[in-house]
Nanobody, 126 residues
Framework: QVQLAESGGGSVMAGGSLRLSCVVS????????IGWFRQAPGKEREGVAT????????YYADSVKGRFTISRDNAKRTVSLQMDSLKPEDTAMYYC???????????????????WGQGTQVTVSS
């Protein structure tokens, strides 16, 4: 059974940091691109960052480059998203997802990801 479980969301002031974690079931972790997406109220879900099974980083949205870092911890089957210098516009529900498509990591569209977690809320206040 494929499972992805996010944690680490919360409320912070602008300029603060949060670290999101996504624990992934074993088979999915070793063979899929893992991506972080976010969805703000009234907006479409968008790709934030992705990482290949081998650990190479695939994609960062322009809006988060230089502030967010995606990483993998193989011992814990966990993909993390370190978010620094947070801005109010980063406020959203954040989801992790797994995708088998060859394009999943390089061009993370929602339809290229097969499995999703339940999401974790991030709220940034000014």
């Amino acid at each position: 059974q494929v499972q992805l479980a996010e944690s680490g969301g919360g409320s912070v002031m602008a300029g603060g940091s949060l670290r999101l974690s996504c624990v992934v079931s074993e088979n999915t972790y070793t063979s899929n691109c893992i991506g972080w997406f976010r969805q703000a109220p009234g907006k479409e879900r968008e790709g934030v960052a992705t990482i290949y099974p081998a650990g190479f980083r695939g994609y960062y949205a322009d809006s988060v480059k230089g502030r967010f870092t995606i990483s993998r911890d193989n011992a814990k089957r966990t993909v993390s998203l370190q978010m620094d210098s947070l801005k109010p516009e980063d406020t959203a529900m954040y989801y992790c997802a797994a995708g088998r498509s060859a394009l999943s990591c390089s061009a993370p569209l929602v339809g290229r990801f097969d499995y999703w977690g339940q999401g974790t809320q991030v709220t940034v206040s000014s």
